[in-house]
Structure formats: structure tokens, C-alpha cells
């Protein structure tokens, strides 16, 4: 008799301890595309660097849409670009990108990639791609305490000059795990 009223009171135990813990959280599916405005190296970003290196730094805002949702956006970058002039003027790319979902929350995503061209550059006509990770640096809302990453892909397109970037867009796939409430 003992016995069972130990093993009973064990199984309330457990049974207490699982219906108080918390349930997995889903992960939230980023997969989408930020599209920047158009804009201007020579006016809205920064050059810099040293003797092997030139740096730019831009920063430029526009959407998102896709999931989980559509967001206020803003993409901030430096170009690393070795020995500019002297070599194929493609380099590193490190970023963050800002996303604003509304009563969801807000995002902050650290981007790290190496650029390409694509076909043939000219003054009037570049095309370059960066492809990289993401991964989630901070959350705001109902995504604070998350965590996640994903892979990313920015494309830049110039037509018609030699500094105006009319297309301009990253196209994000990735995950977001939110940390559960506290039981």
C-alpha cells in the first residue's frame, strides 16, 4: 500500500511538472524580398579605406514583403574592396538590416557576403550580386530573445550611370526561433 501511494504521488508529480512546462515555440519563416530605393554612391554613401583597401558605407531604406509579413526596412553595408582600381573592384560585404513588423516586433539582422559581377560592367551599366548569411543579432516585441539565421542574396543594377543604383533588393530564406515563455 505504501508502495502504490508513492508511485501515485510520483506520477502526479510528473505529470504536474509537464503540464507547467513550456511547449515548443514554431520557428517563424523569413522568406522574402527587401526592395531598397534607388540611390547614389556619390551622394548617399561613405568612401574611405587605406593604400589596399577602399571602403564604402551606405545606408538606404525601403520594404519587405513575404513572411512572416510585411516590414519597414533598412538596410546599412560597407563594401571591403581590395586594392579598388587594381583588381576586379568586387570585395566583402558586411551589413545589418532592420526590419520593422509592426506589432510583431522588430528585427536586426547581421549580414556578412562576397560580391560578383554579373556580364559585363561598363560606366552606364553595372550588375553585381552578393550572396551570404544572416544571422539574427536582436529582437524587439514578440521576437525579443529569438535567435536564427538564413542566407541572403542583394542584387545592384545601374543603368543608364555611372552612380545611380535604380535596382536594388536582397531576397532573404531563413528561420527565426523564438525563446519560450517563461512557465
Not at 519563416?29 to 531598397?36: N, S
Not at 563594401?79 to 526590419?99: D, M
Not at 560606366?123 to 536564427?148: D, E, F, P, Y
Request: proline content about 4%.
Amino acid at each position: 500500500m505504501v508502495r502504490l501511494a508513492v508511485l501515485l504521488s510520483a506520477t502526479s508529480l510528473a505529470a504536474a511538472a509537464s503540464a507547467g512546462a513550456a511547449a515548443p515555440t514554431p520557428a517563424i519563416v523569413v522568406r522574402g524580398t527587401v526592395t531598397l530605393k534607388a540611390f547614389d554612391v556619390t551622394r548617399e554613401c561613405r568612401w574611405g579605406g587605406t593604400k589596399t583597401t577602399t571602403q564604402v558605407g551606405c545606408t538606404v531604406y525601403g520594404a519587405y514583403t513575404g513572411l512572416p509579413e510585411a516590414a519597414g526596412a533598412g538596410y546599412g553595408w560597407i563594401w571591403n574592396v581590395p586594392e579598388y582600381g587594381k583588381s576586379s573592384g568586387y570585395g566583402f560585404e558586411r551589413g545589418t538590416l532592420v526590419l520593422n513588423f509592426g506589432k510583431l516586433g522588430g528585427l536586426s539582422l547581421s549580414l556578412t557576403g562576397k560580391q560578383k559581377p554579373v556580364g559585363k560592367q561598363t560606366t552606364a551599366h553595372a550588375r553585381v550580386v552578393t550572396t551570404g548569411i544572416w544571422t539574427m543579432t536582436k529582437g524587439t516585441s514578440s521576437l525579443a530573445g529569438g535567435h536564427g539565421k538564413g542566407t541572403y542574396t542583394y542584387t545592384l543594377v545601374r543603368t543608364g550611370s555611372a552612380t545611380v543604383f535604380l535596382l536594388a533588393s536582397l531576397v532573404l530564406a531563413g528561420s527565426i526561433v523564438r525563446s519560450p515563455a517563461p512557465a
